[in-house]
């Protein structure tokens, strides 16, 4: 079975706080993702990457950043943390290179911004 | 107009009935499509795939995909309370050389004992 693991549950930071989301997975699959989840807004997707020390960034880049140095990672970075990233916050991953399969979801991280 | 368009629902379905779920997508060039299931408080578990047209069955999931109308739904037969969840429809769209998941905001169903 495919196994995504997030850091942390839950989260608790004050605004301008660095943070930290980390993910790894242990399928040795080339596409990881991060996404935030909000109510009534949906999946809203953050950064991806599709293969090691790639990134390309998704529909809601701005205030984060994201690090692939090994496959199976991938973080993600919250440069000084807002009350507005209060959010879930939700990594996957998923094979197939540039021809997109099917993702896999890890447990997500609840975060809440003081 | 969203690219994937669900209901918010909640649909409420008595216990032992069949639940169905609806997705429309915009974009005719899709070509992978997806249903996943996500407990409140949890992350989004995947439970149905689909790639061509007609149905697909899984126990007592049932995905249906029609590309012409642009429609995939999700039955759920003998609808117990556990199935009680958020499901979201996904769908992968080609373009330009590049590939995206796009998600649907999700369908809430309570089966009701």
């Known amino acids: 079975d495919v196994k995504v693991t997030q850091s942390s549950r839950y989260l608790v930071k004050r605004t301008g706080e660095k943070v930290f989301l980390e993910c790894v997975q242990d399928?040795?699959?080339?596409?990881m993702f991060w996404y935030r989840q909000d109510p009534g807004l949906g999946l809203r997707l953050i950064y991806f990457s599709y293969d090691v020390k790639m990134k390309e960034k998704g529909d809601i880049p701005e205030g984060y950043s994201v690090s692939r140095e090994k496959k199976e990672r991938f973080s993600l970075i919250l440069e000084s943390a807002s009350t507005n990233q209060t959010s879930m916050y939700l990594c996957?991953?998923?094979?197939?290179?540039?021809?997109?399969?099917?993702?896999?979801f890890g447990p997500g991280t609840r975060l809440t911004v003081l | 107009q969203k690219e994937v368009e669900q209901n918010s629902g909640p649909l409420s379905v008595p216990e032992g009935a069949i639940a169905s779920l609806n997705c429309t997508y915009s974009d005719r060039v899709s070509q992978s499509f997806f249903w996943y299931r996500q407990y409140s408080g949890k992350s989004p578990e995947l439970i149905m795939s689909?790639?061509?047209?007609g149905d697909k069955e899984d126990g007592r999931f049932t995905a249906q995909l029609n590309k012409a109308s642009q429609y995939v739904s999700l039955l759920i037969r003998d609808s117990q309370p556990s199935d009680s969840a958020t499901y979201l429809c996904a769908v992968i769209r080609r373009g330009g050389g590049t590939y995206k998941y796009i998600f649907g905001t999700g369908t809430r169903l309570k089966v009701l004992a």
């Open positions: 996957a991953s998923s094979s197939g290179g540039s021809t997109y399969n099917e993702q896999f």
């Open positions: 689909i790639y061509s047209n």
């Open positions: 399928m040795d699959h080339e596409n």
